[in-house]
């Protein structure tokens, strides 16, 4: 159906790396999911290095609903 398609744009535009299989995903957020801090930052930090990444900043938080690690690139 039109969902998998929606989920896989969602996964892209939190810049999900290309070619790579999909990990956990957050059902609410649509993100990928980290088991702790450390892994998302250092995630984060790895895509800002990447010019193809195309990421100017990004923030790790703690999902409410999933209670994973997600990264955002939005400023809130
Ligand atoms: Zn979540």
């Given at each position: 159906m039109g969902r998998r398609h929606r989920d896989y744009k969602a996964e892209w535009e939190s810049g999900g790396e290309a070619g790579e299989k999909p990990r956990k995903m957050c059902a609410v957020s649509g993100k990928r999911m980290y088991a702790n801090e450390g892994e998302a930052k250092a995630t984060a930090t790895h895509r800002l290095r990447?010019?193809?990444?195309?990421?100017?900043q990004l923030r790790v938080y703690r999902c409410m609903y999933c209670n994973a690690w997600h990264l955002t690139s939005k400023e809130q």
């Open positions: 990447d010019p193809e990444a195309g990421a100017k």
